[in-house]
Nanobody, 127 residues
Framework: QVQLVESGGGLVQPGGSLQLSCEVSGLRLEDYSVGWFRQAPGKEREGVSC???????FYEDSVKGRFSISRDNAKNTVYLQMSGLNAADTGLYYCAVKRGPVCTSTTMVPLLWYEGRGRGTQVTVTS
C-alpha cells in the first residue's frame, strides 16, 4: 500500500524559509515522479514543482528561483526547499506520486493523473 506523509509546514514571516518533506512508502521512489501541489482557501489547486523519474524538474513560474525540489531515493523522500516566502505561498501543500516520467521542464501533469497523494502540510506566511 502506497503511503505519502508530508511534514515541515508551519507559520513563517514573509521572506522566511521552510523545508517540506514527502516521505513515501510502499513503492520504489526512483521509478516514480513526485509532484508538489498547493491549495489556498478560495483558490484553485496548483502544481508547484515536480521531480520526474528521469531527473527532469519543473517549477511553476511564481516559485522559480525561490523553491528547490530534490529527492533522496535511498530514503524514499522528496524535499521542497522554500525561501523568500510571501503571503501568496500560503496554502496546504501536498505531494503525489506517479510511475514514470510525467514532468517536463515546462509542465507537470494534473493531480488527477497521479496514483497517490498525502494529506498535506499547512504553510502559512504572515507577519
Amino acid at each position: 500500500q502506497v503511503q505519502l506523509v508530508e511534514s515541515g509546514g508551519g507559520l513563517v514571516q514573509p521572506g522566511g524559509s521552510l523545508q517540506l518533506s514527502c516521505e513515501v512508502s510502499g513503492l520504489r521512489l526512483e521509478d516514480y515522479s513526485v509532484g508538489w501541489f498547493r491549495q489556498a482557501p478560495g483558490k484553485e489547486r496548483e502544481g508547484v514543482s515536480c521531480t520526474s523519474s528521469n531527473a527532469v524538474i519543473f517549477y511553476e513560474d511564481s516559485v522559480k528561483g525561490r523553491f528547490s525540489i530534490s529527492r533522496d531515493n535511498a530514503k524514499n523522500t522528496v524535499y521542497l526547499q522554500m525561501s523568500g516566502l510571501n503571503a501568496a505561498d500560503t496554502g496546504l501543500y501536498y505531494c503525489a506520486v506517479k510511475r514514470g516520467p510525467v514532468c517536463t521542464s515546462t509542465t507537470m501533469v494534473p493531480l488527477l493523473w497521479y496514483e497517490g497523494r498525502g494529506r498535506g502540510t499547512q504553510v502559512t506566511v504572515t507577519s
